[in-house]
């Protein structure tokens, strides 16, 4: 099956930073979903991004399909940003996404 | 709208138990998906349901089954519990394959 891997695992930032996270895929994509999962678990959908570029807010993802990879932009971070956020990817034949271990932020006031 | 919503939130079982969780999908959704996430796994796809059929499993062992009725509310049962089982059950529907997926709060089940 497909392979899905998140970078950082862990990130630690000062309020008010900057960050771009990365996800990489190892199969031709289907679909892409971008989502945060806040302390009580709950999943929030950011962005559906099986290729090019989406802007809401102070978040924005690419997602460069060609090279198997997209990214999540992070401006201006607020401490309501910490939780973990997952890239879920389906690709091949496959409509099922596999999700990636995702990456662990943290905001610092 | 209203979102995905499940049954039960929280469930403490013993072991060698049986559990149901529900899964009420976004008007519209035919499409239903159940998740296990644990901090060891991580998100795992147990298996999705279509227009009342099984349309895709995982790897999960036979004591995980569910179904969907034709309102498209689903249902999943696991069966003589383990301690493994222990871990957050998500659900989450879209409106057919290839559309964006949308996550209940999730069912936290813990088997002692």
């Known amino acids: 099956g497909i392979q899905v891997e998140q970078s950082p695992p862990d990130l630690i930032l000062q309020e008010g930073a900057n960050s771009t996270l990365r996800c990489n895929f190892s199969?031709?994509?289907?679909?892409l979903q971008w989502f945060h999962q806040n302390p009580w678990g709950q999943l929030i959908n950011l962005f559906y991004?099986?290729?090019g570029t989406k802007q809401n807010g102070r978040l924005s993802a690419t997602t460069v399909a060609t090279e198997r990879y997209s990214l999540l932009y992070i401006s201006s971070s607020q401490t309501t940003d910490s939780g973990v956020y997952f890239c879920?990817?389906?690709?091949?034949?496959?409509?099922?996404?596999?999700f990636g271990r995702g990456t662990s932020l943290i905001v610092h006031p | 709208k209203a979102g995905v919503t499940q049954t039960p939130r929280y469930l403490i079982k013993t072991r060698g138990q049986q559990v149901t969780l529900s899964c009420s999908p976004i008007?519209?959704?035919?499409?239903v998906s159940w998740y296990q996430q644990t901090p060891g796994q991580g998100l795992q796809f147990l298996f999705e349901?279509?227009?009342?059929?099984?349309?895709n499993k995982g790897n999960f062992p036979g004591r995980f089954s569910g179904r969907q009725f034709s309102n498209s509310r689903s249902e999943m049962n696991v069966s003589t519990l383990e301690l493994g089982d222990s871990a957050l059950y998500l659900c989450?529907?879209?409106?057919?394959?290839?559309?964006?997926?949308?996550f209940g709060p999730g069912t936290r089940l813990t088997v002692t």
């Open positions: 989450a529907s879209k409106r057919d394959r290839n559309y964006e997926q949308y």
């Open positions: 199969d031709s994509v289907n679909n």
């Open positions: 991004i099986p290729s």
């Open positions: 879920a990817v389906a690709a091949g034949g496959s409509y099922i996404p596999t």
């Open positions: 008007s519209g959704h035919r499409s």
């Open positions: 349901y279509f227009s009342e059929t099984q349309r």
